[in-house]
Each structure stands twice: as C-alpha cells, then as structure tokens.
C-alpha cells in the first residue's frame, strides 16, 4: 500500500496556515499509520459565524481566522470520518512531527494540556480533560480533529 500524503484539497486548505504548522501537517502526513485529509486551514469571519451559530465552534476569536490552526479528518475506506480511533492515531502522528521540529502544539482534545510535551495517550488525555472540567462543573468541547499553535507563542 502506498505511503499516505497530502491531497490536492488538503494543499490548498493549508495554503495561509502558519509555515511551522503546515510543517508539522506534512511531516505527520509521512509517519502516521492513519491516512488524514486537511479538512479546514484559514477560515474568514464568515465561516467562523456560521459554524458558532451551529455550535461547531465555540469562539469568533478561532486561530483557523488567522491561520494558525488546522482539522486533520480521518480518511477510512475514502470517507472523511468523525471517528475517535482513527482521530487518536492521527494525534499520535501530529505530536510526533511537533516534537521533532520543536515546535509546541494545543490539541482539541485536551484543550488545557500541553499536548507536545504529554506523555499520556490521546485517549487518555481526553478522558483527564472531560474529568478535568467536570469536576469544575463546565462541559468539555472536545474537537479531536483541531491542532494549533499556541497563542503565547504564536500571537
């Protein structure tokens, strides 16, 4: 089977995203064990309005605005799907790339962890992180398949 890589549409939704993090995309592209589309890089203001109304977002100030953000989607049997094994797969390939480029990442899926530097599993990270915000009374969003750069970071 040949080596996954990044699609025609994945190129273009990378083109604007912050060079270290379309770094990070292509080189997780080459080592993951799960194919992966990128299905959302920049976004306008417009985008980002609809998919708050629909309750896909939870924020206007989105770093996918200023392309510093992407969604990495599973590709299984040629459908992008929604699917956590897949999704914890795909992380586990994102944090690897991030690694070795030295360059720090937020994942969605645990939204106040240092992703890049954890040590737990995807899976695991998630079920502390829902955990973390129940016991301080607040719902978790969980958005597996969103990577960005942090905003300390990369204003």
Known sequence: MA?????TASLKELKGVHPDLAAIVERAIQISAQDFSVHDGIRTLEEQQR???AGAS????SRHI????VDLVPYVNGKLRWEWA??????????????EKGIPLR???AWDAD????DDTPEDMVA????RRKKQGLRAFIDGPHYELPKAIYP
């Open 51 to 53: 998919l708050v109304a």
């Open 58 to 61: 939870q924020t206007m100030e």
């Open 115 to 118: 992703f890049t530097a954890s």
């Open 86 to 99: 897949p999704i914890y797969v795909i992380a586990d390939a994102v944090r690897v790339a991030a690694r």
């Open 3 to 7: 080596q996954p890589r990044l699609g």
């Open 66 to 69: 200023t392309g510093h953000a």
């Open 128 to 131: 502390a992180y829902v955990a």
């Open 107 to 109: 994942w969605g899926g």
